[in-house]
């Protein structure tokens, strides 16, 4: 492909958000946290799950974000939460060890908490 001057167009990287949908919770702000995950060399691809809300009240609220422990070959959780809703995302990550899981773990937390 390439553009009107005959430059070769750089290509975009390919969305690494996968799964049966790509609703996120928490608007743009839930969105911006899964771009930052996003942007980690190691994590492969993001799979968002069912979105849960415990009982009734604001559906506004602070947007909470955390990476939970990996399991045995390195894959991490990311839960958001925003009000009374939450929604966990499944991290598949390109590393093969819960050793390794932990230290991205450390990193996307570290990442989120300076957001």
């Given amino acids: 492909m390439s553009d009107t001057t005959g430059n070769k167009e750089v290509s975009r990287p390919k ?11 928490g608007g743009r702000t839930g969105k911006k946290v899964v771009s930052l995950v996003s942007q980690h060399p190691e994590v492969k691809k993001i ?3 069912v979105i849960t809300v ?3 009240g604001n559906s506004g609220g602070m947007l909470n974000a955390r990476v939970q422990r990996p399991d045995d070959r390195g894959n991490l959780r990311l839960l ?3 009000g009374t809703s939450f929604q966990e995302l499944r ?9 390794d899981g932990e230290r991205i773990m450390e990193e996307l937390n570290s990442l989120l908490s300076d957001d």
Wanted: glycine share 14%; aromatic share 4%; charged share 10%.
């Fill in 54 to 56: 415990k009982g009734k």
């Fill in 15 to 25: 969305s690494k958000l996968g799964g049966s949908h790509s609703t996120i919770i």
């Fill in 91 to 99: 991290l598949i990550t390109t590393v093969g060890s819960f050793s």
């Fill in 47 to 49: 799979i968002p799950s």
């Fill in 80 to 82: 958001i939460s925003h």
